[in-house]
Each structure stands twice: as structure tokens, then as C-alpha cells.
Nanobody
């Protein structure tokens, strides 16, 4: 199985920046797609963006496009989420996910493996 561990969450002011990391371990060979999701209190999980491990192709939700960027460190089996121009509406628990198929859907049920999440809080 695959284990995913997020880190880098914390407090930021509106307009600030944070960088999240998702380290993958275990049976990681064959992972095709990794993604970031977020969930605010009382709301369903929301798609943030996905990253194709082989090609480096990325795709983002409209709410974060132009502000967030996903990148990788292949040697460390780590996926990053650089969050710039943060807004209070970005406040949520951010989780990474992985799949062994080339996922192009923003639906969370396409990803069998999940991390525990890291809290991001953006103040005004």
C-alpha cells in the first residue's frame, strides 16, 4: 500500500504564501496521478489540482488557478503545493491523494490513497 504524509500547513495572512508537501512512501512504484484536495468545516472535499507523475502535466480548479502551483521532487517522492496570494476562503484542511491510474477527473473517489491532511488558516 501507499502512505502519504502532508506537511507545511499553518497560519498566513491574506496575500501571503505557504508551501505544502506530500511525501509518498511504501509501494509507490506505479503511482500515476497525485492530487491536492481541501475541506473546510461543514463543506465537502473540494478539488484543488492534480499532477501526472510521468508527464508533469497539471490541472487546477478555477478557484486556485493562477495562484497555486503543483510541482514534484521525483528523488524524494514528494509532491508540493505552492500557494500564493492566499485568501481567507482558502482556509481548509489540505490533503494529498494518489492513484495508480491516469486520473483526469476532479472527483475525490478516483483516488484510493489519502494522507491525513494539514491545516491551512488564512486570516484577514
Amino acid at each position: 500500500q501507499v502512505q502519504l504524509v502532508e506537511s507545511g500547513g499553518g497560519l498566513a495572512q491574506a496575500g501571503g504564501a505557504l508551501r505544502l508537501a506530500c511525501a509518498a512512501s511504501g509501494r509507490t512504484v506505479g503511482i500515476s496521478t497525485m492530487a491536492w484536495f481541501r475541506q473546510a468545516p461543514g463543506k465537502e472535499r473540494e478539488f484543488v489540482g492534480w499532477f501526472n507523475w510521468s508527464s508533469g502535466r497539471t490541472y487546477y480548479s478555477n478557484s486556485v488557478a493562477g495562484r497555486f502551483a503543483i510541482s514534484r521532487d521525483t528523488a524524494k517522492s514528494t509532491l508540493y503545493l505552492q500557494m500564493n496570494s492566499l485568501k481567507p476562503d482558502d482556509t481548509a484542511v489540505y490533503s494529498c491523494a494518489a492513484a495508480f491510474t491516469a486520473v483526469i477527473s476532479p472527483l475525490p473517489n478516483q483516488y484510493p490513497y489519502w494522507g491525513q491532511g494539514t491545516q491551512v488558516t488564512v486570516s484577514s
